[in-house]
């Protein structure tokens, strides 16, 4: 069974910064990709970034290159999300994927205010 906990979602003002966390049970890192997903209000869930366990390449949304960076460490079963100079259109709950569409965490809510 695929265990997915997230963490380091909140509150932020324009142009902070925020990580967000995802621990991982069940899943090999070393064989699949694993990435974040984020869905704001009124609108479809959207990949944000991936990152391949096998090469650790990585692939970013358009309207996130720049600002985020995915990063993994396969010992310890975590993926990160550094999100940097964050904009009200940000504002989403974030949803951790083992498999970049496979699996899916219970999400968290990021808010970013004018």
Do not use: H
Not at 13 to 19: I, K, T, Y
Not at 52 to 69: L, N
Request: contains cysteine; glycine residues 14%.
């Amino acid at each position: 069974e695929v265990r997915v906990v997230e963490s380091g979602g909140g509150l932020v003002q324009a142009g902070g910064s925020l990580r967000l966390s995802c621990v991982v049970s069940g899943f090999t890192f070393d064989d699949f990709a694993i990435g974040w997903f984020r869905q704001a209000p009124g609108k479809e869930r959207e990949g944000v970034s991936c990152i391949s366990g096998v090469d650790g390449s990585s692939t970013y949304v358009d309207s996130v290159k720049g600002r985020f960076t995915i990063s993994s460490d396969n010992a310890k079963s975590t993926v990160y999300l550094q999100m940097n100079r964050l904009k009200p259109e940000d504002t989403a709950v974030y949803y951790c994927s083992p498999g970049c569409g496979a699996y899916w965490g219970q999400g968290i809510q990021v808010t970013v205010s004018p």
